[in-house]
């Protein structure tokens, strides 16, 4: 069983990856979703799940009262499904719900997707709160936790998670495949315009304000556009901040859509996250071929190798890196020679990949326990 509480961004997309290779490969599935913040791309993924392999229980993202009724729920869901081989958690709410249920119902295994204390916002107090909560829960609760990335897996080292019991398993995309391919005709662009590309939620974390504020730095925008694909509590003021610096015609947020479709026109992917875990765009761009630019959170310098296939800013100086950065790609012999090396390096983040040491986690940590929970499926 599978358990979500995000159902959108990279962690909803995961979950819905393993649900769909576990079937795929004989193995019996469920997914456990919350309806409470999904996006429309997650919807329609889900719909192609089998109805009764889908049950939805809603959790809120913050702690409160409302717990009590999401813990009910999966309980009650347990007893009349289970027990499992394992109950996979994704996020941190699905991941504390889960690990408070008796062990006896499956292996408890949990996916972070970054942990709360990874936030560089998180200070004092809350980030006291939640690393102790993740790391009591890490070493009495956890029988697997699975790190997406270098950085997350160091972040539950620090927080004193069980070492034998902590996996590196970074995500893995399937080659792209756009339900409908665009061309730059399109969207009016031309052969000559340098395409920058930014795809991701229009929060705080992915900062896409500080997008915007290094294009209007840019000293010559005479043949440079950018696409902005996605939706998010940011979206107004993003609009505002754009139309504020008079970039109308330079950059166009064409809201929620199969960012498959978009990789293609792009010339030079950008990441502005103030921190992440394992971030899908930055694999998708690595396997579109593209060049990158990323700020230095999270795995960024795994998958970009600085100065080869992109550039790493630094997050601490982004209001100059990143405009410097982005006009340094912006020259052809520069660009040309990190678009060639780009298109060497893919292919080292296939789901496959992923999938089998998913797997593999999962047998080692029943093998842990013994052998199976007990009645397992």
Not at 4 to 32: C, F, I, K, Q, W
């Amino acid at each position: 069983m599978i358990v979500l509480e995000p159902s959108g961004g990279g962690s909803g997309r995961n979950a819905l990856d393993l649900v769909a290779a576990t079937l795929d490969r004989g193995h019996d599935t469920h997914l456990v979703y919350s309806a409470t913040r999904m996006d429309p791309l997650f919807a329609r993924r889900l719909s192609a799940i089998c109805p009764s392999r889908r049950h939805r229980v809603d959790m809120d993202r913050a702690p409160g009262p409302r717990d009590l009724f999401a813990l009910r729920g999966l309980r009650q869901l347990l007893r009349r499904l289970g027990p499992f081989d394992v109950i996979h958690a994704h996020s941190s709410k699905a991941g504390a719900l889960t690990r408070l249920l008796p062990r006896r119902y499956g292996a408890r295994i949990y996916t972070p997707h970054a942990f709360r204390t990874m936030d560089p916002a998180c200070r004092g107090i809350a980030r006291a709160v939640f690393g102790g909560v993740e790391g009591a829960l890490a070493r009495w609760a956890t029988d697997a936790l699975i790190c997406v990335s270098p950085d997350e897996r160091a972040e539950a080292q620090r927080l004193r998670a069980p070492l034998d019991r902590t996996h590196l398993v970074p995500n893995g995309v399937p080659r792209a495949t756009p339900s409908v391919p665009l061309t730059r005709a399109d969207l009016n662009l031309s052969p000559t315009d340098i395409v920058f590309g930014f795809v991701g939620r229009l929060s705080a974390q992915k900062d896409p304000l500080a997008f915007v504020e290094a294009i209007a730095r840019i000293r010559d925008l005479t043949h440079v556009r950018v696409i902005i694909v996605g939706v998010g509590e940011l979206e107004a003021q993003l609009q505002q901040q754009i139309d504020a610096k008079g970039l109308g015609e330079v950059i166009r947020c064409v809201g929620q859509d199969d960012a498959a479709r978009y990789y293609p026109l792009f010339d030079i992917f950008v990441l502005t996250s103030r921190y992440e875990s394992m971030p899908y765009v930055l694999i998708e761009a690595a396997e579109a071929g593209l060049p990158m630019i990323a700020t230095d959170v999270s795995t960024a310098d795994s998958i970009i190798l600085d100065g080869q296939n992109g550039l790493v800013v630094p997050r601490a100086d982004l209001a100059t890196a990143l405009p410097e950065a982005m006009e340094a790609l912006i020259q052809p012999d520069q660009r040309s020679a990190m678009t060639a090396q780009a298109a060497r390096l893919r292919g080292r983040y296939s789901l496959d990949r992923m999938v089998d040491q998913t797997l593999a986690v999962y047998q080692a940590a029943l093998d842990g326990q013994g052998g199976s929970a007990g009645a397992g499926r």
